[in-house]
């Protein structure tokens, strides 16, 4: 598979606060990887540092076999789209318009959208069934609609990978589930590479193909859901007793937790 995205050894993070501490991986076409760990351990920087969205202090990454900080601004956007954790949209803008926004990378300052982008944009608001919300103010839509929204403005850029913060930690069950089957079916069947932050273990062990496992800005553990989320990695980084089963269903590691139980955190 090609190697889209190969991060070398990277530092960063903020001012007077260093996060990541010499973090490697590869992410290559058709993958999708889930990025797990304890609140405060790098996961958001982490993407934030692989999309350019922060600036390294160490290492190197690679997008398309080509260094990062030598890649303008424009085309990264071409190929990686991010959606954060927050996207705050301050005008009632229409989900036409907003979804049309995804096109400004591919034009030139002052260019109008034409054919190309207007087919481009309503293939991504079929994608996820959000074309009958078209002409919708955003500031009317339920969460899990804006979110199938934001997720089509990030197609319309057209983007060979996807890093999305926690794309599912304000929906409810119902929406958690149609987020994530549709960020599958886009990975099966459009041949998008996926990178996610998530805080449910679960979610992560049943869409994810392999996870990397984050603690104090370092990798714990990488590979598999099998091989990441067993009871000894989620205790040890969680401080939290749990028993680790298979899906009856799916045969993906399920994580139980044993409510009243809590390991006392090592010195």
């Known amino acids: 598979?090609?190697?889209?995205?190969?991060?070398?050894?990277?530092?960063?993070?903020?001012?007077?606060?260093?996060?990541?501490?010499?973090?490697?991986?590869?992410?290559?076409?058709?993958?999708?990887?889930?990025?797990?760990?304890?609140?405060?351990?790098?996961?958001?920087?982490?993407?934030?540092?692989?999309?350019?969205?922060?600036?390294?202090?160490?290492?190197?990454?690679?997008?398309?076999?080509?260094?990062?900080?030598?890649?303008?601004?424009?085309?990264?956007?071409?190929?990686?789209?991010?959606?954060?954790?927050?996207?705050?949209?301050?005008?009632?803008?229409?989900?036409?318009?907003?979804?049309?926004?995804?096109?400004?990378?591919?034009?030139?300052?002052?260019?109008?959208?034409?054919?190309?982008?207007?087919?481009?944009?309503?293939?991504?608001?079929?994608?996820?069934?959000?074309?009958?919300?078209?002409?919708?103010?955003?500031?009317?839509?339920?969460?899990?609609?804006?979110q199938r929204v934001v997720i089509a403005k990030a197609l319309t850029q057209e983007p060979l990978l996807l890093f999305l913060d926690e794309p599912t930690s304000h929906l409810d069950i119902a929406h958690q589930i149609q987020t994530l089957d549709l960020l599958t079916d886009l990975n099966k069947n459009s041949n998008l590479s996926i990178a996610i932050v998530l805080h449910d273990l679960n979610l992560a062990s049943e869409y994810c193909k392999k996870i990397i496992l984050l603690d104090d800005g370092k990798i714990f553990k990488e590979g598999t859901p099998d091989c990441v989320l067993t009871y000894q990695n989620i205790e040890n980084l969680y401080k939290t007793v749990v028993v680790v089963k298979n899906n009856p269903v799916t045969s993906k590691p399920h994580v139980l937790l044993i409510p009243g139980e809590r390991k006392c955190k090592q010195e």
């Not at 993407?47 to 922060?54: I, K």
């Not at 030598?70 to 990264?76: H, L, V, Y």
């Not at 959606?83 to 260019?111: A, D, K």
């Open 1 to 146: 598979m090609e190697m889209l995205l190969k991060a070398d050894s990277i530092c960063g993070g903020y001012i007077n606060k260093p996060v990541i501490n010499n973090v490697s991986l590869e992410i290559k076409q058709g993958d999708f990887l889930g990025i797990i760990g304890p609140n405060g351990g790098g996961k958001s920087t982490l993407l934030r540092l692989m999309s350019r969205a922060l600036p390294l202090t160490e290492g190197r990454i690679f997008l398309s076999g080509k260094d990062l900080k030598n890649i303008s601004t424009k085309e990264i956007a071409k190929k990686i789209a991010f959606i954060p954790q927050l996207t705050l949209i301050n005008f009632s803008f229409t989900v036409w318009e907003i979804v049309l926004m995804g096109r400004i990378p591919h034009l030139s300052r002052l260019q109008p959208e034409g054919k190309k982008d207007f087919s481009i944009a309503e293939r991504a608001l079929n994608l996820t069934d959000t074309l009958h919300l078209r002409n919708r103010k955003i500031d009317e839509l339920s969460a899990g609609e804006r």
